[in-house]
């Protein structure tokens, strides 16, 4: 079975510190991964994807995120974070035969303080 | 239209009696997902739709929960007899199709449920 961990819940961090949001996963066959945001009372926003090829994705909002198969990781990575960066980010895998539906993390409150 | 559309917003509803959920996908998405978001259990797969099929309803959490989609566009998530642990955010998704590779699922802004 497939499955998403994000390391951490909460995430505190100063305006303009970089950031790092932890999330492995687990599966055996070949999957698409995906960062979410979500803002509150919002739906959710792609923020970027790896399908295939580099494994450093850019996103939006200076966002980036790093593909390593040998750890089954993707840790989103932002080197310097904004007040409205405040939000939660869910780490999601998309099984390639099982229709496009979405395996998700628990999610990561990241909490920017001036 | 422009996005994922879902009605009502709110909903609070009385223990034991039925609701029906709304999506309304963006025009052309063949595809289409329900998800549930709530404290504790994160986010979690309900059901999806190719055209107006659902070839996996794996996640819907008993048969309480049923869906349906007509016309290969708007669905209906209805939840019988709801129960306080039904309450939570109810997301609906499209997509243009159904594991297309380089496709991407467009979230509405959900629909909160509240069962007192």
């Known amino acids: 079975a497939q499955s998403v961990t994000q390391l951490d819940s909460q995430v505190p961090v100063f305006e303009e510190a970089p950031v790092e949001l932890r999330c492995n996963y687990s599966?055996?066959?070949?999957?698409?991964l995906f960062w979410y945001v979500q803002y509150p009372n919002q739906g959710l926003q792609l923020l970027l994807k790896?399908?295939?090829?580099?494994?450093l994705v850019k996103g939006i909002n200076g966002f980036e995120a790093e593909f390593n198969k040998s750890q089954t990781s993707f840790h989103l990575r932002k080197p310097s974070v904004h007040i409205s960066d405040t939000a939660e980010y869910f780490c999601a895998v998309r099984i390639n035969n099982q229709g496009g539906k979405l395996i998700f993390g628990q999610g990561t409150e990241l909490s920017v303080k001036p | 239209g422009a996005g994922v559309s879902q009605s009502p917003s709110n909903k609070v509803t009385e223990k034991g009696k039925d609701v029906e959920l709304r999506c309304d996908p963006i025009?052309?998405?063949?595809?289409l997902y329900w998800y549930r978001q709530s404290l504790g259990q994160g986010l979690e797969f309900l059901i999806y739709f190719q055209g107006n099929s659902a070839p996996d309803k794996s996640g819907l959490p008993s048969d309480r929960f049923s869906a349906e989609r007509t016309g290969g566009s708007v669905s209906t998530l209805t939840i019988q007899r709801t129960q306080q642990e039904d309450s939570a955010v109810y997301l609906c998704?499209?997509?243009?199709?159904?594991?297309?590779?380089?496709?991407?699922?467009?979230f509405g802004q959900g629909t909160r449920l509240t069962v007192v």
């Open positions: 790896y399908l295939s090829g580099s494994t």
């Open positions: 599966s055996s066959v070949s999957v698409y």
């Open positions: 025009s052309g998405h063949t595809a």
């Open positions: 998704a499209s997509s243009l199709e159904a594991g297309r590779t380089n496709t991407e699922a467009f």
